[in-house]
């Protein structure tokens, strides 16, 4: 194994126990990429312990210089972009063109935060008493814990270690065993950059390493990206250990097109909400909702469309989508089309595996377009993650708004409509952290991101991301020269 895809604990690479490695294949052809390290929970209390030891230097460094560290690892991240963007199509079947400009995102991501990391600032607080002056500090957390899923490793990872260099804290990565290797790069390109040992650490593993990562009760902030039953495994951890917790989960976003609905263009969002990266991203506007007057000709041309969708090798230019990451989540795929059609769903594009031999090493799916879907049903509730859609015909406005909550998630939501007081009322109504109107799948370093409900909480990207990372401490100065009656509160 070599120095690329060893661990690195306290500025060290550090290599797998014998016997304890992952194999990563490249889900378009199959191919062995690397063998990762699969960490054993000594490791990673090791990779804790080193993050804590860092923190006491780490956290007293000046805003000014964690934020020339994080420019300058944002230089080398752009300086590396394609490199990293091929490393990730690789590793995880995305497209190129969508893996390059995940590599830019996250560069832009690091360069946010740059800007805020001396800019942490306490307030003064006027209190009723003038003798007594108050003020508070924000200060770093400590260790904080981040683990990703593979669907989008550099960008995820930069939502979260962006904010937590910048506020102070260090860090223990866990990465996706499914796809590990632009994370290891990263953390080659954070010694470059300068970073102190022991500042970023990463271990990598399957849920064994994760458990042992989230377990470890000298954590300040755990940050999890992946699906609602692991979060759920970890929240049941956290509330013995009482870390806090950022969880990023799954969603069912719906996707709304309403009789004034710029028609192209919504066309086009719908398909870029479910096809584009196969539909594995937790954003994916997997349920369309369109209003009856347009609904047979919408349903009619997406098949079309998604019939027309070039499958091939994720690095070719002309490919349009790409294959699943791994055979595992193919056939959990093709288990919930396999149960939709059962339960009555009516299949008007894809459903299966493509025929070209050419693709059959890959772990591909035809893009998928599913009509009348009942609202309370398996595929309008579920996640499927997959490039699946589910549509279904609404009446009216309220009518929409309510099939659009009907779920147990809340991440994102789209609306088209060229009725401007629509477009706030809807936005108002819908639960969810993010409502785009007359776009779909649009981010920005500015803009928070999170869910609610099933989806998660917490907030990443944005100025509020920052506060994930740091806890206030109010400071209380008596400024009087009184003697107190010991047995009475000062108030
Ligand atoms: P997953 O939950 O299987 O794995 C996510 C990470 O958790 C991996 O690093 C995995 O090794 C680790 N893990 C697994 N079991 C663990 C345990 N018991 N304790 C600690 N860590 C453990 O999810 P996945 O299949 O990698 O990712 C797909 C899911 O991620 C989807 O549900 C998708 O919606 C969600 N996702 C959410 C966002 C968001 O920002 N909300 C973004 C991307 C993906």
Same mark, same amino acid.
């Given at each position: /194994?070599?120095?690329?895809t060893?661990?690195?604990?306290? =500025?060290?690479?550090?290599? #797998?126990?014998?016997?304890?490695?992952?194999?990563v294949?490249?889900?378009?052809?199959?191919?062995?990429?690397? %063998?990762?390290?699969?960490?054993?929970?000594?490791?990673?209390? %090791?990779?804790?312990?080193?993050?804590?030891?860092?923190?006491?230097? !780490?956290?007293?460094?000046?805003?000014?210089?964690?934020?020339?560290l994080?420019?300058? $690892?944002?230089? $080398?991240?752009?300086?590396?972009?394609?490199?990293?963007?091929?490393?990730?199509?690789? %590793?995880?079947?995305?497209?190129?063109?969508?893996?390059?400009? *995940?590599?830019?995102?996250?560069?832009?991501?690091?360069?946010?935060?740059?800007?805020?990391?001396?800019?942490?600032y306490?307030?003064?607080?006027?209190?009723?008493?003038?003798?007594?002056?108050?003020?508070?500090?924000?200060?770093?957390?400590?260790?904080?814990?981040?683990?990703?899923? !593979?669907?989008?490793? /550099? *960008?995820?990872?930069?939502?979260?270690?962006?904010?937590?260099?910048?506020?102070?804290?260090?860090?223990?990565?866990?990465?996706?065993?499914?796809?590990?290797l632009?994370?290891?790069?990263?953390?080659?390109?954070?010694?470059e950059? =300068?970073? #102190?040992?022991?500042?970023?650490?990463?271990?990598?593993?399957?849920?064994?390493?994760?458990?042992?990562?989230?377990?470890?009760?000298? $954590?300040?902030?755990?940050?999890?990206?992946?699906s609602?039953?692991?979060?759920?495994?970890?929240?049941?951890?956290a509330?013995?250990?009482?870390?806090?917790?950022?969880?990023?989960?799954?969603?069912? &976003?719906?996707?709304?097109?309403?009789?004034?609905?710029?028609?192209?263009?919504?066309?086009?969002?719908?398909?870029?909400?479910?096809?584009?990266?196969?539909?594995q991203?937790?954003?994916?506007? &997997?349920?369309?909702?369109?209003?009856?007057?347009?609904?047979?000709?919408?349903v009619?041309?997406?098949?079309?469309?998604?019939?027309?969708?070039?499958?091939?090798?994720?690095?070719?230019?002309?490919?349009?989508?790409?294959?699943?990451?791994?055979?595992?989540?193919?056939?959990?795929?093709?288990? /919930?089309?396999?149960?939709?059609?059962?339960?009555?769903?009516?299949?008007?594009?894809?459903?299966?595996?493509?025929?070209?031999?050419?693709?059959?090493?890959?772990?591909?799916?035809?893009?998928?377009?599913?009509? %009348?879907?009942?609202?309370?049903s398996?595929?309008?509730?579920?996640?499927v993650?997959?490039?699946?859609?589910?549509?279904?015909?609404?009446?009216?406005?309220?009518?929409?708004?309510?099939?659009?909550?009907?779920?147990?998630?809340?991440?994102?939501?789209?609306? !088209?409509?060229?009725?401007?007081?629509?477009?706030?009322?809807?936005?108002?109504?819908?639960?969810?952290?993010?409502?785009?109107?007359?776009?779909?799948?649009?981010?920005?370093?500015?803009?928070?991101?999170?869910?609610?409900?099933?989806?998660?909480?917490? +907030?990443? +990207?944005?100025?509020?991301?920052?506060?994930?990372?740091?806890?206030?401490?109010?400071? /209380?100065?008596?400024? &009087?020269?009184?003697? +107190?009656?010991?047995?009475?509160?000062?108030?």
């Amino acid at each position: /194994m070599s120095d690329d895809t060893a661990m690195v604990i306290g =500025g060290r690479p550090v290599l #797998p126990e014998p016997g304890r490695t992952i194999p990563v294949l490249n889900p378009f052809d199959g191919h062995l990429l690397a %063998d990762i390290p699969d960490a054993t929970a000594q490791q990673v209390t %090791d990779a804790v312990t080193a993050a804590g030891e860092a923190f006491e230097r !780490w956290s007293r460094v000046p805003g000014v210089e964690r934020a020339r560290l994080l420019t300058r $690892l944002a230089d $080398l991240i752009e300086a590396n972009a394609e490199r990293l963007a091929r490393m990730e199509t690789s %590793d995880n079947g995305k497209l190129l063109g969508e893996t390059r400009v *995940q590599a830019r995102f996250a560069a832009r991501n690091y360069r946010f935060f740059a800007g805020q990391a001396d800019k942490i600032y306490g307030s003064t607080i006027p209190l009723d008493s003038e003798s007594t002056f108050d003020y508070t500090t924000r200060e770093p957390v400590g260790v904080a814990a981040l683990i990703t899923a !593979w669907n989008s490793p /550099m *960008q995820l990872l930069a939502n979260k270690l962006a904010p937590a260099l910048a506020a102070g804290c260090t860090v223990v990565i866990k990465p996706s065993e499914q796809a590990p290797l632009t994370t290891l790069a990263t953390a080659a390109l954070v010694e470059e950059a =300068g970073f #102190p040992p022991g500042v970023v650490n990463v271990v990598t593993g399957g849920p064994e390493a994760g458990a042992a990562l989230t377990g470890d009760a000298r $954590l300040g902030r755990i940050s999890f990206t992946g699906s609602v039953r692991t979060g759920q495994a970890i929240a049941a951890t956290a509330a013995r250990t009482l870390v806090p917790l950022t969880l990023e989960l799954g969603g069912k &976003s719906p996707n709304i097109v309403f009789e004034d609905a710029p028609l192209d263009r919504a066309l086009a969002g719908a398909l870029a909400g479910i096809f584009a990266a196969g539909g594995q991203t937790c954003i994916a506007g &997997s349920r369309l909702l369109v209003h009856r007057s347009h609904y047979e000709r919408m349903v009619t041309e997406l098949a079309a469309r998604a019939e027309s969708i070039v499958l091939g090798d994720p690095l070719d230019p002309a490919t349009q989508m790409g294959p699943l990451a791994n055979k595992e989540h193919l056939e959990r795929v093709l288990a /919930m089309v396999h149960d939709a059609r059962s339960a009555g769903a009516s299949l008007r594009a894809g459903g299966d595996r493509p025929a070209d031999p050419a693709l059959r090493a890959g772990c591909f799916l035809r893009p998928t377009v599913f009509a %009348d879907v009942g609202p309370g049903s398996a595929l309008a509730q579920e996640e499927v993650f997959g490039p699946v859609l589910a549509v279904m015909p609404f009446a009216s406005e309220d009518e929409a708004v309510e099939i659009a909550n009907g779920t147990a998630y809340g991440l994102a939501s789209g609306v !088209w409509t060229r009725d401007l007081a629509r477009a706030h009322r809807v936005a108002r109504r819908l639960v969810a952290g993010t409502v785009w109107v007359n776009t779909y799948r649009a981010g920005a370093a500015q803009a928070p991101f999170g869910g609610v409900r099933r989806s998660g909480y917490g +907030r990443e +990207r944005g100025l509020e991301a920052i506060d994930e990372y740091v806890r206030t401490k109010n400071v /209380m100065i008596d400024l &009087s020269e009184d003697v +107190r009656d010991p047995f009475v509160i000062k108030a």
